[in-house]
């Protein structure tokens, strides 16, 4: 067998003989340097995480606590972070965190849990872990990667954002902390990597990729997760999220697995959230968020419609709460709040979120939209903590105008009707509710798909207040002359709690 090698002057010689013979008139041919740009890039992992990962895991701890308990249940659930009902990640998150362990002894037993954390001050001796990690435990010790433990105290907790922080005695050993970063930096496809105690395997090393920002999985008012399929198990709650320069960008919370092992689906609190509970936790031993005093719900695209903007944004207020910072009147239902302090509120997960991180007796300003129209209100925010229960009860009076009563009539697929004493009597109104009463829906009705129910109050009708049926009657005359397909309602339960709801007027 014979080897042939051909000089460039050749190749290109051949390749115009083929070309003739088979009728084509040139032939093309990129040269290797450009051919390699042409190509699309391949996904490479890092060569390799040593070096990184050795300088990062004595800040690593595994966080175990016990607890005394009486009677011989074999099971200790540890609170999770609270569920709505129905929530489809429910079984999940049970399978995540709930516990077993301990022995039956005469007088209760002891049980343990195992978790993570990570070092943020060394001189200070601060360390970071999962509210779910720690909570209700009599004793908490801390494991660091050589062996040695130290007793933790703690220092305080948000179940909120399940947060908590502890304190070790720095003078008893030397302390390796590591750094936050920025977690708005990260982008989707950035590699990252966790550290942990999976299965109670301390200095567990994982990495994998960001596969999602801005994960809302409704364990909690503030969730903005990062997902990554870094390999998060059982254990590994409380620990860290590295970004490729060895900064802290998440704490590794919770994972969706049917069998509580790993399946490439775990989520973490990103440090732009933490930081700023971690620092006030630190400060303080408790949180101090921002308050706003509303009640809000999303803007759909009926409901920007029905108020005259061209797309669905920002926050609807629902309610104002009795005594909160804005009932003043400066910010009033109906309103749409849609920038906050300088931030734009896209959507109504965005309001809490940002309003919580601010601080308390700040002054900002907020940017709504009234009756169609753009104003900023300057508002001078309260504390969550200390309006809470007024959040749970709190109602708003609507303005009222006073006419003579008139008889029921049929409006938008519902009876309404003037609400006099003995209405109120029947639906067991609240002598705060002021409105129309509906008295009937019609089966089908748009009415009907919205919720709307007899003994339901409408207080409102696109903003305006409406105390008589031929208020409604008016107002939706006015509003079809306008060429408007929607109307605007504001609905109170009998108890007084508003909502709004949009009806087509066809």
Request: charged share 25%.
């Amino acid at each position: 067998m014979v080897s042939t090698t051909f000089t460039s002057a050749t190749r290109k010689a051949l390749i115009g003989a083929a070309a003739g013979a088979i009728g084509v008139a040139s032939v093309w041919t990129m040269p290797p340097a450009a051919y390699a740009q042409a190509q699309p890039p391949v996904a490479h992992g890092p060569a390799s995480v040593a070096d990184l990962a050795e300088g990062l895991l004595d800040a690593v701890v595994n966080v175990s606590t016990s607890q005394n308990v009486g009677g011989r249940s074999g099971q200790r659930n540890v609170p999770p972070p609270g569920l709505p009902e129905g929530s489809p990640f429910q079984e999940f998150f049970d399978e995540f965190f709930n516990e077993r362990g301990g022995e039956n002894s005469p007088g209760g037993r002891r049980v343990q849990s195992l978790g993570s954390g990570f070092v943020i001050d060394a001189e200070e001796g601060i360390i970071v872990t999962n509210n779910h990690v720690i909570a209700d435990a009599d004793e908490i010790e801390v494991n660091f990667a050589d062996g040695g433990k130290l007793d933790a105290e703690l220092v305080g907790t948000d179940p909120k954002t399940d947060l908590a922080v502890l304190k070790v005695d720095p003078s008893l050993r030397q302390l390796t902390a590591v750094d936050f970063g920025d977690s708005t930096a990260i982008r989707i496809g950035d590699w990252v990597m966790a550290i942990g105690n999976p299965f109670g395997l301390g200095g567990s090393v994982s990495i994998g990729i960001v596969s999602a920002r801005g994960r809302d999985i409704n364990s909690g008012p503030y969730d903005d997760f990062i997902q990554t399929d870094a390999a998060i198990n059982r254990g590994n709650s409380g620990g860290p999220l590295f970004d490729m320069n060895g900064k802290v960008i998440g704490i590794n919370t919770a994972i969706i697995s049917p069998s509580g092992g790993s399946i490439g689906i775990g989520f973490s609190i990103p440090s732009q959230l933490a930081t700023n509970v971690i620092a006030q936790l630190r400060e303080f031993g408790e949180t101090r968020r921002g308050w706003l005093g509303v009640r809000i719900q999303p803007v759909t695209d009926d409901i920007a419609e029905s108020l005259g903007m061209d797309s669905a944004r920002g926050a609807l207020v629902a309610g104002v709460i009795k005594g909160g910072p804005v009932d003043d009147g400066s910010i009033q239902p109906g309103d749409v709040i849609i920038r906050f302090d300088g931030k734009d509120v896209r959507s109504v997960r965005d309001l809490p979120r940002v309003v919580a991180e601010s601080p308390v007796g700040k002054e900002v300003d907020v940017i709504v939209v009234r009756k169609g129209k753009e104003q900023t209100v300057p508002v001078t925010l309260g504390r969550l903590e200390d309006g809470e229960r007024m959040t749970e009860d709190g109602s708003t009076e609507p303005t009222e105008e006073e006419e003579a009563p008139v008889a029921s009539a049929s409006v938008l697929g519902m009876t309404v009707a003037e609400l006099d004493d003995e209405v109120r009597a029947t639906y067991e109104i609240s002598d705060d509710v002021n409105g129309v009463v509906v008295t009937e829906v019609q089966e089908g009705s748009y009415a009907q798909e919205k919720g709307v129910m007899p003994g339901d109050v409408i207080t409102e009708i696109a903003q305006e207040s409406v105390s008589t049926p031929k208020d409604l009657m008016n107002r939706v005359d006015a509003l079809k002359d306008q060429g408007r397909r929607n109307a605007l309602l504001m609905i109170a339960s009998k108890n007084g709690e508003l909502r709004f709801v949009t009806v087509r007027m066809d």
